[in-house]
């Protein structure tokens, strides 16, 4: 918060205190929140961070999540920015009594914003420390710390991560949503790798989850993890690893068709070692392929004369590299060359296996994209990630084969927000299956008839029992949620 007069601080609480009295949620006996500016005051003063209400200079901004735009803004009513564990248990038990709806950020990436809220949001970001244990090949994060910062952390000792492709997304959140990454066919999905956590539960309290203390929330928190409280910082295995080679190989968008099929097609055959992304759009960048080798030299040269076959490329960026460095490049539908974009959306929808009928949808969608669009194919699934058992953890989308296909949008004209979803939204009911439908939680944007079990599978009666125990009034609701079992 920004210096004021301690008369100007109390006027300032007081007013934020009315129009929480006016806008709370009903609390969960029915009753509507009241209080005055006595009790945010009392908030503020026990914190370490700090706390942000509507009419600060940095409100705007401290609102703001990844995926902003018109569907997905919200106005919370305060800001909890948590500069020690303590501060998140503050946050919880001041939403609780009276009666807040909790968001929880910290990289700030869902899908669907779910770390934005009209209520209360707890931002975990400034909790950024970092120990590397290179003994013991173990990694000890804050929960603000990202993707990309425990990659360079653990790079320095020979080391890396199990984590997600982009590096701005928070390193907790991703491992306790499931997590697949650059290097999940060589070590499983990001939940695997998880050791610890320790997490601040509905009720206020700091628990340590682990296979000995606690094997059941343990088991919950890899994969289900947002459900059962605030994860404060985790601890997770490293692998030995010095480099990778990596990088972007580069077709014209009319070649589409055959590099998919194609792509397709290498991807069935891959080493565990290996994993690419395809990419689609009518820009300078065209289609092009991302990709990982972490294994030897000598087994990426077939796979790249396979890949340089399906067409003539029109650009190439590959070398061998740190892993480091390639965790640590800008997400494939991050702009380029262009100014920071107001508003980004983004759909994706889980497929268990890519078809010529998918193939046909991709490309015709291509030819009738906004300029700014990205298409992909993400999270091809195979090796280690799909030999482990499906309720081995909370995450079950383990299935051979199935990817992820996805699109995201950026502008800055609010009269072009509608054309965006209206394209968006069109694309996605036609890439979704017309049964068995499955979500991926980290990547879920859209809801089904089945509700979380789309998202759990046979996983979630197990949940929603646990979830009974841990969180019985469903506090923490911004999330892939599991409603509580009743009893």
């Known amino acids: 918060m920004h210096a004021v007069t301690r008369r100007r601080f109390v006027g300032r609480v007081a007013a934020v205190a009315g129009g929480l009295s006016a806008t709370s949620s009903p609390s969960p006996a029915g009753q509507p929140a009241t209080y005055d500016g006595t009790a945010l005051r009392g908030l503020r003063e026990t914190l370490r961070g700090g706390l942000v209400v509507p009419d600060d200079a940095s409100y705007d901004a401290d609102r703001r999540v990844f995926y902003w735009n018109p569907r997905t803004a919200t106005r919370p009513l305060v800001i909890v920015r948590c500069g020690h564990e303590d501060d998140v248990k503050r946050a919880v038990e001041f939403a609780r009594r009276h009666a807040l709806e909790i968001a929880v950020r910290s990289g700030g990436h869902s899908h669907l914003a779910w770390g934005g809220s009209n ?22 994060a804050q929960a603000g710390v990202l993707g990309g910062e425990v990659a360079v952390a653990a790079g320095r000792h020979g080391l890396v991560p199990v984590l997600g492709q982009c590096p701005g997304v928070g390193a907790t959140g991703v491992t306790l949503g499931g997590g697949l990454g650059w290097l999940s066919g060589l070590f499983g999905a990001c939940c695997d790798s998880l050791v610890s956590a320790c997490v601040v539960s509905a009720d206020g309290t700091l628990r340590e989850a682990d296979d ?64 690419a992304t395809l990419n689609l759009t009518t820009g300078e960048r065209g289609l092009f392929i991302s990709l990982c080798h972490a294994g030897a030299a000598e087994q990426a040269e077939p796979l790249l004369r396979s890949l340089r076959a399906l067409a003539r490329p029109t650009r190439e960026d590959i070398r061998e590299q740190p892993y480091a460095t390639l965790a640590t490049r800008a997400a494939a539908t991050a702009p380029v060359g262009m100014p920071p974009s107001t508003f980004r959306a983004i759909e994706a929808v889980y497929r268990e296996s890519v078809s010529d009928d ?81 979500l991926y939680a980290n990547y879920q944007t859209y809801s089904t008839t089945d509700g979380a079990r789309s998202i759990y599978g046979a996983n979630h009666d197990r949940l929603a029992a646990l979830k009974a125990r841990h969180d019985p009034d469903n506090v923490f609701r911004r999330n892939a949620n599991v409603v509580p079992a009743e009893a």
């Open 358 to 438: 998918m193939i046909d949808i991709v490309v015709d969608r291509l030819n009738e994209a906004p300029p700014d669009a990205v298409m992909g194919l993400s999270h091809y699934m195979h090796g280690v990630v799909c030999r482990v058992d499906p309720a081995a953890t909370a995450f079950p989308h383990r299935r051979t084969h199935a990817v992820h296909l996805r699109v995201a949008c950026q502008w800055s004209d609010p009269a072009e927000s509608e054309r965006r979803f209206a394209w968006t939204d069109a694309w996605r009911e036609m890439c979704r299956p017309k049964a068995g439908e499955s």
């Open 212 to 275: 000995e203390h606690d094997p059941d929330l343990a088991w919950a928190l890899r994969g289900a993890g947002a459900n059962f409280g605030i994860a404060t910082s985790f601890t997770a295995r490293l692998y030995p690893l010095e480099s990778v080679i990596g990088g972007d190989l580069h077709y014209h968008p009319r070649d589409a068709r055959a590099v998919l099929r194609g792509f397709r097609d290498v991807m069935r055959e891959a080493p565990d070692a290996f994993q």
């Open 119 to 140: 209520g209360l949001v707890i931002d975990l970001a400034p909790l950024r420390r970092i120990t590397i244990d290179s003994d013991r090949r173990l990694v000890h």
